[in-house]
């Protein structure tokens, strides 16, 4: 009986991964190998990137909301404390939304904050 290689699976699986190298510099997008280390390394890059921006965003809101407060005569620490304790539940996106777009309904949370602390 002959051996079979299993050259259309090969094939196949090397056609996925040459796609997804699609754009790579030199034999990166080219040769096998080299791609399937490229793209594995891309996978990862990805999936970090992906837990990274919730932190990203995280500090990016809280240096926005930071510095709406401080034009506001109060600091961050404060500011968030106050709400908790006048149970305000709002998230700090739309802490920040609100600080940059409605500068009024904001200053009103801080006097609202700085009532209860």
């Known amino acids: 009986m002959a051996r079979i290689k299993g050259g259309l699976a090969t094939r196949k699986r090397h056609k996925k991964i040459l796609k997804l190298a699609k754009g790579y510099r030199g034999g990166k997008s080219k040769l096998y190998r080299v791609a399937n280390q490229a793209v594995m390394k891309s996978l990862?890059?990805?999936?970090?990137?992906?837990?990274?921006?919730?932190?990203?965003?995280?500090r990016l809101w809280i240096t926005r909301i930071s510095a709406a407060c401080k034009m506001n005569g109060m600091n961050y620490s404060q500011f968030i404390n106050g709400l908790k304790k006048a149970n305000i539940n709002i998230n700090r996106k739309m802490l920040s939304e609100l600080a940059i777009n409605d500068e009024a309904a904001f200053a009103k949370l801080v006097e609202t904050a700085k009532a209860h602390i």
């Open 44 to 58: 990862v890059y990805a999936y970090v990137g992906r837990k990274r921006r919730k932190r990203d965003f995280r």
